[in-house]
């Protein structure tokens, strides 16, 4: 059984940070391609970062771009999202997600074949 746990999250303030994990088993982790993304109640889920297998290809939607640091550890499973000046507009459940084998747009939540449950992170002003 895949699964993604997520964990990290928590409530801060404005101009914060927080370090995120995803924590990933029943998958040989170096293969997929590793995401993070968003979502705000009421919306559509948005893509927030991405990272190649081996770490050395990143890329951010523009509005985290010099703030989020995605990174992972293959050794051990594991997926960060590291988060500094955060903002009020950052608030949302942080989701990771694993794509096995890329054939579609990044940013499109569809492309991903699994998902975690999610880690709550509030940014008050």
């Known amino acids: 059984q895949v699964q993604l746990v997520e964990s990290g999250g928590g409530l801060v303030q404005a101009g914060g940070s927080l370090r995120l994990s995803c924590a990933a088993s029943?998958?040989?982790?170096?293969?997929?391609?590793m995401g993070w993304f968003r979502q705000v109640p009421g919306k559509e889920r948005e893509f927030v970062a991405r990272?190649?297998?081996?770490?050395?290809?990143?890329y951010y939607t523009d509005s985290v771009k010099g703030r989020f640091t995605i990174s992972r550890d293959n050794a051990q499973n594991t997926l960060y999202l590291q988060m500094d000046s955060l903002k009020p507009d950052d608030t949302a459940v942080y989701y990771c997600?694993?794509?096995?084998?890329?054939?579609?747009?990044?940013?499109?939540?569809?492309?991903?074949?699994?998902w975690g449950q999610g880690t709550q992170v509030t940014v008050s002003s």
């Open positions: 997600a694993a794509d096995r084998i890329h054939s579609g747009d990044y940013r499109r939540p569809g492309e991903y074949d699994y």
């Open positions: 029943g998958l040989t982790f170096s293969m997929y391609i």
């Open positions: 990272i190649s297998r081996a770490g050395g290809n990143t």
